[in-house]
C-alpha cells in the first residue's frame, strides 16, 4: 500500500498588528492568493487528502480553509494544537498517528523544513526545498502498510510547489492565452 503526505508550511501571514499575538495572525492578501493557487494545483494534480491534520494558529487553519475551498475537498481538518511550531519529532509523531491513506499536514517552520528534508530519502538540493518558504507544499509517498511504520529517510518525493512559482505559471498562460486570441 501506498501512503501519502501532503506537507505545507501554512501561507503567507499579515503582521499588520504588532500587538497581536503569533497564534492569532490571519493570511494577508498575498496568503489567500498563494492558498487559492495551492488548492489548484493540488487539485489538478488529483492530490485529494482524506485526512487534514492542522496546527492551532489561524494563518494554517485559514491555509487549509482556503485550499479545501478552492480544491473543492470535503474533508474535515483535525485542528491540533501539538502541530503549532512544533519539532521535528513531533510531526512525525502526529504523523504516525494519522489513518488516511493521503494526508495533508499544515504546520510551521522550521518544523516544516526540517520534517520534509529529513522525511525524504533524496532530498533535491534546490535551495528553495531548504529554505521552504511560506506556503512550500511537498507531496511524499511512502511504501509502508501504516503510518506508524514512517521512519525519517523512507518516503520518495514526488512533486514540490511553491505559490510564487505557481502563481506567476498561471499569470504567463493567461498573458499567452491572451496573446494567442
Known sequence: MTLRLILTRHAKSSWD???????DRPLN????????????WLDAKGYTPDEALVS???????????????AG?????????????SEPDTLLNILRGASGQTV???????????M??????????EHIFDRFPTGATAVVEFGT???????????????FAVPRELIE?????AVKATAAE
Not at 498575498?30 to 488548492?39: E, H, I, K, M, W
Not at 492551532?56 to 482556503?66: H, L
Request: proline share 5%; net charge negative; with cysteine.
Open 145 to 159: 502498510q501504516g503510518w506508524d511504520d514512517i521512519t525519517w529517510r523512507s518516503g520518495r518525493l514526488v512533486d
Open 116 to 125: 520534509a528534508q529529513s522525511i525524504v530519502d533524496a532530498p533535491p538540493q
Open 169 to 173: 505559471a498561471e499569470e504567463d498562460a
Open 73 to 85: 475537498w470535503s474533508a474535515e481538518a483535525d485542528i491540533a494544537s501539538a502541530l503549532y511550531l
Open 29 to 40: 492578501k498575498r496568503g489567500r492568493a498563494s492558498a487559492q493557487a495551492l488548492g489548484r
Open 56 to 70: 492551532s494558529a489561524e494563518r494554517t487553519r485559514e491555509t487549509w480553509d482556503t485550499i479545501a475551498r478552492t
Open 17 to 23: 498588528d504588532p500587538l497581536m499575538s503569533d497564534h
Open 104 to 114: 495533508m499536514m499544515i504546520a510551521h517552520n522550521p518544523g516544516c523544513s526540517f
